[in-house]
């Protein structure tokens, strides 16, 4: 049952994600629209994750995509992976294949990306869960929320001006 639950065309996600912000909320604010759902995890007010159903890009892929390693690296490490799952950031670390500062930073562009997407959110619904955490997380982000809302809101702007 969550703590907190209301309707995105009264509040929109800026608000509820300022409110949760403020009053340093810890667990899971989940976001659904028609054919899209987001979910980000706070701590203190902070987002520590995110991630969307509709580009559900996986960290390997992103790293690829970004340049960051090759997909050949890529199919390696997996390759590799032992039984008991590691996560595929770990794993990439341990094989020396990226620093842990550019795996943080590209974790840090995928969170910022998701952000960036439901501040559009217009209509449907919200649901807040107090002290869920992601089920595991190797590399944890604090990134401070006032920083990606108002991105989030510029960019929201310019797409409104470029529609005009």
């Not at 032992?82 to 562009?109: H, S, W, Y």
């Not at 217009?122 to 997380?137: L, V």
């Amino acid at each position: 049952m969550p703590d907190l639950k209301g309707n995105l065309a009264v509040f929109q996600p800026i608000s509820v994600m300022q409110m949760l912000n403020l009053a340093e909320a810890t667990g899971e604010l989940r976001l659904v629209v028609e054919s899209n759902s987001a979910r980000l995890y706070f701590e203190g007010g902070n987002v520590t994750y995110a991630g969307i159903s509709s580009r559900p890009v996986k960290l390997g892929e992103y790293l690829v995509k970004e340049g960051l390693i090759e997909k050949k690296t890529l199919d390696e490490v997996l390759e590799k992976r032992p039984r008991r799952r590691k996560r595929i950031g770990t794993l990439l670390i341990e094989a020396g294949c990226i620093q842990e500062a550019e795996l943080r930073t590209a974790i840090e562009e995928q969170i910022k990306e998701v952000i960036y997407e439901v501040v559009r959110w217009q209509n449907g619904s919200f649901s807040f869960r107090t002290g869920k955490k992601p089920a595991a997380q190797d590399v944890r982000i604090d990134i401070p929320l006032d920083h990606l809302m108002l991105e989030g809101l510029k960019r929201l702007d310019e797409e409104r001006e470029n529609t005009r």
